[in-house]
């Protein structure tokens, strides 16, 4: 009998320790999440076309919110939230395919390995054009 008291207070004491780990103080569930900052470089012009830069994991999907570039803004932010598993994260800058004329210029995907911890902040390299596509009128750099 003193066993299966023991027994049960026991539970009951680690069901409450759990529930307890799960909120921060103010009673809100404590969410993991991992902060990227992507650099720009800052003689990149896109004025006549819109891009897109967006974070990816290893299996190709995007870990947060795809955000559009804009001229003088050299600096991004993009929160994963979940669980955030792999050990490789990448970002590109892509002409969005919406019939803008102008050039297109080609960025190489930025790659980070982790793991990456909640909580942190990683830094992506500098993201700067490769070439540039339809300058030329044979479109060919």
Wanted: hydrophobic share 35%; glycine share 8%; no cysteine.
């Amino acid at each position: 009998m003193k066993t299966k008291k023991l027994m049960t207070v026991l539970s009951l004491a680690l069901i409450f320790a759990m529930g307890a780990s799960a909120y921060a103080g103010n009673g809100t569930p404590v969410t993991k999440s991992v902060t990227y900052v992507v650099n720009i470089d800052k003689n990149v012009k896109v004025a006549e076309a819109t891009y897109i830069i967006t974070v990816y994991n290893d299996k190709n999907q995007p870990v947060a919110h795809p955000q559009v570039f804009k001229d003088n803004i050299w600096q991004y932010t993009f929160t994963e939230t979940g669980s955030i598993p792999g050990t490789l994260r990448y970002v590109t800058m892509v002409k969005d395919d919406n019939g803008d004329g102008g050039e297109t210029l080609v960025f190489d995907p930025a790659k980070l390995l982790g793991p990456f911890k909640s909580g942190a902040t990683y830094n992506f390299p500098l993201l700067s054009p490769r070439h540039t596509i339809g300058t030329d009128p044979t479109g060919v750099q």
